[in-house]
């Protein structure tokens, strides 16, 4: 066993932790030592969302795998179900020492990233730094602000993976097998396929480079074993994943990451995936991600208005105007941003840009290559049809990159890349003999990151500083508004340029042996530290935090209590603002909308062709005393009992025309594609008609439907039964969303199959006499994935323990 010296060997890393620990204790100070948590607007939707299923949980102990809470019902893969992964969840806590949630992301991501670096022989104190850069850039302090705990989870595991494969490849198999698997786990367990899928690639380019590597070095064999160690490892840390990922490929198929049915949609050359505009409804700008380099580029964030600024010229000009209602009206238009994208203001800081252009000319070769396409390729991605003729290609033709939506997620292979490559050139250069070549490309390096942004504090008057529509604007606020905007982007540009500047004269200092080595890294972390916070802060402060005991999200309001008092079940339609973008409703009553990024696909095509023509309809006719609701069909069949338009006590209608929870039906229209089923649901009279699609479904019999009764007994989110007295064979149409996997329906004890009827609901053939019916949600796949969990997650800790101990035996530097 090699000999450990703790000073060498132990002690650098014992100070990393702590460094970390304490800086994120600092950063998210108000959590620690105020009683405050983060004001997470996803995260009140997830709760919300999620809150049946938790409240079934807690009552049973059992996992309900359903709820009815959202768009009429759907899966709760996504949504809140516990697996067999404890043991992937204990090293989380481990790892990140007990800190509580979220902030542990962002303690794991400097953890993560620290060991990248150290795989690739960074200096242990100057990989603190870099460590740094990656955990409080933007990216992640404005995706924890938005309540993405889970991306920002699964991007934390990404340099760690990454460490693993890296350590593989470089002659520490072993080590780099265990690492890669724990961190897989680890990965998998964010369920953040986005983030995963960008990962990937990240991999496969690096995996293409080494196979090029070895087999220029004729060295294939080694190569093959190493990828034979690591895929091994990959399917460990998915196997204590498989139950998710298995539930999530069955729903997917019929979210709307899936194929829709209808060939309108194919017609328009709508793949299996979403559609392109709602794909690329968050882009960056052409010029967006000149962020990276100066954070207010294009003028920051919509959240920020000049009007808010005392010494702005915005704000001067409109107090100098004498029509006070002109300067109201104008106040609105006083954003800094001008881009015509949503913006997505990441900053991954202007010392990591510049210590990338060193990477640029010090580092391997090949990993100049690697790091370099995957910057290039996450900054062009995240242009989404800013560059169409790239992008479509990829999502037309690539495989799987249609499924996902926020483009500008991409760019964490940026923000990975860019201070990976920047601290691999940093460490060549300071390890290499200061001679005139490396004065020349350190001097290049410097001209070109501090180059640019002279340039933009030169030049920035050239821009336009004006973003669509805003020609309109009367020519004194418009110039008021473009000279405050351009001052935001010559002043970050300034500023910018100064960081760059100090950080090249520490360099400087260190290379001409006038600073010690602990010096220089003290003096980097530092300034990287001053550099990012103060950006950070811009995103990320005081309206972040709410108190830990705030309910108010949820807190009941009158139209809730009194819709509460009714113990039936039934669904409320909320006709205030997007249904379809807000969970709320959903914490307090079954609900026709929701928020969630997989809704079902044939609910969301249904609603888009049937509910929100009704909908609007429905609206008027109320605002104008109409409250005979006996046509809104497709609203009436999802038994939406209550519409509110408001949180006051009488601020929501009873809908006497809801359909309840099953009725019978005396007539069956019969179609062959769901084209026709779709308009003949949209047009028909569901009271008494029941629309099947006889391509799918088919009838055992056709004989008299009529008169008799079918009512819901019992109610659970994954288990309902209904007791039916009919006096002939008769077709039942329950309000209840079809979904073919998983629901088993019986009659009287034995299995029947389910039918579909008006486009989205279930529907059964039911013999005359009396009977009870149950469905029943029983979905093998989520039987057998959690079992294949626990097996995998018992292997893991296998191997974590094997690793551990050859470590251990070999001796760690």
């Known amino acids: ?9 132990i002690l650098p890393h014992v100070i990393a932790v702590i460094v970390f620990l304490i800086i994120t204790v600092a950063f998210f100070n108000p959590f620690f030592f105020d009683n405050k948590t983060f004001e997470q607007g996803d995260i009140n939707q997830w709760k919300a969302s999620a809150q049946e299923v938790v409240e079934f949980r807690e009552q049973t102990g059992e996992e309900a795998l359903w709820t009815n809470s959202m768009f009429g019902g759907m899966p709760a893969y996504l949504i809140s179900v516990n697996w067999n992964d404890g043991i992937v969840s204990g090293f989380k806590r481990v790892l990140s020492l007990f800190l509580p949630h979220p902030v542990k992301n962002i303690f794991l991501a400097l953890i993560s990233f620290y060991i990248l670096l150290l795989s690739f022989k960074v200096r242990p104190y100057l990989a603190i730094a870099g460590a740094l850069a990656f955990g409080l850039s933007t990216y992640m302090i404005i995706g924890l602000g938005a309540g993405h705990n889970s991306r920002i989870g699964a991007v934390a595991f990404m340099p760690m993976i990454l460490a693993g494969v890296h350590l593989a490849f470089t002659n520490k198999k072993w080590l780099g097998t265990g690492v890669t698997a724990l961190a897989m786990a680890l990965h998998f367990r964010e ?4 983030i995963t899928y960008y990962l990937l690639l990240i991999i496969l380019v690096y995996g293409v480079i080494q196979l090029i590597d070895a087999f220029k070095s004729k060295t294939l064999l080694d190569f093959g074993k190493t990828m034979a160690l690591l895929i091994l490892a990959v399917f460990i840390g998915l196997g204590t994943f498989i139950g998710k990922f298995w539930t999530t490929y069955e729903y997917g198929k019929h979210s709307i990451r899936g194929k829709s049915e209808l060939t309108q949609q194919q017609s328009a050359g709508e793949k299996s995936g979403l559609d392109k505009d709602y794909a690329f409804q968050y882009s960056n700008d052409t010029w967006g991600p000149m962020t990276l380099l100066i954070p207010n580029f294009l003028g920051g964030t919509y959240g920020h208005y000049f009007v808010q600024d005392e010494d702005s010229e915005t704000l001067s000009a409109l107090q100098s105007t004498s029509d006070q209602q002109v300067a109201n009206q104008l106040a609105r238009y006083s954003a800094s941003f001008w881009g015509d994208k949503p913006p997505a203001p990441y900053y991954i800081g202007a010392i990591i840009c510049f210590f990338f252009v060193i990477g640029l000319l010090f580092a391997p070769r090949k990993y100049v290559i690697w790091l370099s396409i995957v910057t290039g390729l996450g900054i062009l991605l995240s242009l989404g ?19 996902f939506r926020s483009v500008t997620f991409t760019m964490v292979m940026a923000f990975v890349a860019m201070p990976l490559l920047g601290f691999i050139g940093l460490e060549k250069l300071l390890s290499a003999e200061w001679n005139k070549e490396a004065q020349k490309k350190f001097f290049i390096s410097l001209a070109a990151s501090g180059g640019l942004c002279l340039l933009v504090v030169i030049f920035a008057g050239m821009a336009s500083f004006t973003k669509t529509g805003e020609s309109q604007l009367p020519l004194w606020f418009l110039k008021a508004l473009q000279s405050d905007r351009e001052a935001l982007m010559r002043g970050d540009a300034f500023r910018s340029l100064i960081f760059i500047l100090l950080a090249g004269g520490l360099i400087w200092a260190y290379l001409k042996q006038k600073v010690s080595g602990i010096v220089l890294s003290i003096g980097i972390s530092v300034l990287i530290l001053i550099d990012v916070v103060m950006v950070d802060n811009r995103h990320f402060g005081k309206s972040n935090y709410k108190r830990s005991a705030d309910k108010s999200f949820f807190l009941p309001t009158e139209a809730d209590k009194e819709i509460s008092k009714d113990m039936s079940t039934y669904r409320v339609y909320n006709l205030q603002g997007d249904a379809m973008s807000e969970a709320r409703t959903s914490y307090h009553h079954s609900s026709l909308g929701g928020y969630h990024g997989a809704k079902m696909r044939r609910y969301q095509d249904f609603y888009t062709n049937c509910i929100e023509g009704q909908r609007s309809t429905m609206i008027n006719g109320i605002q104008n005393g109409n409250l ?5 069909d497709a609203i009436n069949m999802l038994n939406a009992k209550y519409l509110t338009f408001g949180p006051g006590k009488n601020d929501f209608i009873k809908n006497e025309y809801a359909l309840g929870n099953a009725w019978l039906v005396n007539t069956i229209k019969v179609v062959d594609d769901a084209d026709t089923e779709l308009q003949q649901t949209c047009s028909s009279d569901l009271v008494a008609t029941a629309v099947i699609d006889q391509s799918k479904f088919k009838l055992r019999s056709t004989t008299s439907l009529d008169s008799g009764s079918i009512v819901l007994t019992n109610y659970q ?5 209904y007791e039916a007295n009919v006096y002939t064979n008769s077709l039942a149409v329950f309000s209840e969303i079809y979904y073919p996997e998983g629901w088993v329906a019986t ?13 989205i609901l279930r529907a059964l053939e039911i013999p005359k006499g009396k009977h009870t019916i149950v469905f029943e949600f029983k979905p093998t796949v989520y039987a057998t994935g959690n079992t294949l ?3 995998s997650c018992i292997l893991l800790l296998i191997v974590v323990i094997g690793t551990v101990g050859y ?7």
Do not use: V
Not at 385 to 402: E, T, V
Not at 807 to 813: A, F, I, R, T
């Open 789 to 791: 969990t626990l097996i």
């Open 385 to 403: 049809d800013s560059f169409k003729s790239f992008n479509y290609l990829m999502f037309d033709y690539f495989p799987g990159y249609n499924k």
């Open 747 to 759: 009659i009287d004890g034995t299995e029947t199959d389910i039918l579909r009827a008006n486009f």
């Open 1 to 9: 066993m090699k000999s450990i010296n703790f000073t060498k060997d």
């Open 191 to 194: 369920n953040h396929l986005q």
């Open 807 to 813: 470590s251990l035996k070999s001796g760690l530097s």
């Open 628 to 632: 005979d609701f006996s046509s809104y």
């Open 717 to 721: 989110p994954n288990k309902l039964t």
